[in-house]
């Protein structure tokens, strides 16, 4: 789909093919990105930079300083403190007879803000006159674990059985540790079921052409802002059965993994 927003030419991707494309195999020619005015200050993450040598020093640095997996388990006591923290809330919420702020105990403020920023349709892009009165949006995304238990309360034979499954992997009593989520496939197929019906936003980070490319037979024009959508692709009826519906089971016997983008699955940007 190719849409002219204001002065800004802007294409549409809602097949997981060409988000393929988009995302990794022609990944140079839509390396630039759009930095929101909320998160100019972020203009040197690696998230925003283009593919070049600062773009190369700052991943070489993320891939061997901080994501290796010993690095992240130094960190596991203050994730681990997060979730009792979480369970803390719920119960006290109980016992004043409260509802549940179940993204009270996350880090909800601070990514919940980051994520609001970015996602501000932020209409001085598209037409420029607007810039002195800043018309930007408010709207916010919603959490994924809000999202789950919505459904789960929902859909109450899932979460029977997502409390079976907990019931004969996590003893009694017991909190549950990172390492015991390997044990519980069931829960993580609620996971990746969540992250399809629910993606944490519509479409990925905005892309742009660096140049004039060909994609799929079209023409994208140097600079045109290309927007997958990875909402539609998760409720794509030539992929998905029934993709109104929640049904854990679908991931139960599949590969798929959102660490490793099938793009049919891919809530997150691909390399």
């Not at 390492?179 to 892309?207: M, N």
Request: hydrophobic share 40%; net charge negative.
């Amino acid at each position: 789909m190719n849409l002219k927003l204001g002065h800004i030419n802007t294409v549409v991707t809602s097949s997981s093919i060409l988000a393929k494309q988009v995302t990794q195999r022609q990944n140079l020619s839509f390396s630039r990105r759009s930095i929101p005015d909320g998160l100019y200050a972020c203009n040197h993450s690696v998230v925003w930079l283009p593919v070049n040598s600062q773009w190369r020093t700052l991943r070489k640095n993320m891939n061997s300083h901080i994501m290796p997996g010993n690095n992240i388990d130094v960190s596991k006591h203050l994730r681990r403190e997060k979730v009792q923290e979480l369970i803390e809330n719920c119960h006290k919420s109980v016992r004043n007879c409260e509802a549940v702020n179940v993204g009270r105990a996350e880090f909800k403020d601070l990514m919940g803000n980051i994520m609001v920023e970015a996602g501000k349709p932020n209409l001085v892009y598209y037409s420029p006159f607007l810039e002195k009165i800043d018309p930007q949006g408010t709207d916010a995304t919603s959490n994924t674990f809000e999202w789950a238990m919505a459904e789960l309360l929902k859909n109450l034979h899932i979460l029977e059985k997502a409390q079976e499954e907990l019931a004969q992997v996590i003893v009694k009593g017991k909190l549950i540790d990172e390492a015991d989520v390997t044990e519980l496939p069931y829960l993580r197929c609620i996971v990746k079921e969540t992250i399809r019906i629910h993606p944490q936003s519509p479409f990925l980070i905005p892309r742009k052409a660096e140049e004039d490319v060909e994609l799929s037979g079209y023409i994208i024009s140097k600079d045109s802002q290309v927007l997958v959508n990875v909402w539609e692709i998760g409720h794509d009826a030539s992929l998905w059965e029934d993709p109104l519906d929640v049904k854990p089971e679908r991931f139960w016997e599949s590969d798929m993994d959102i660490r490793d983008p099938d793009f049919e699955l891919i809530p997150f940007d691909a390399c």
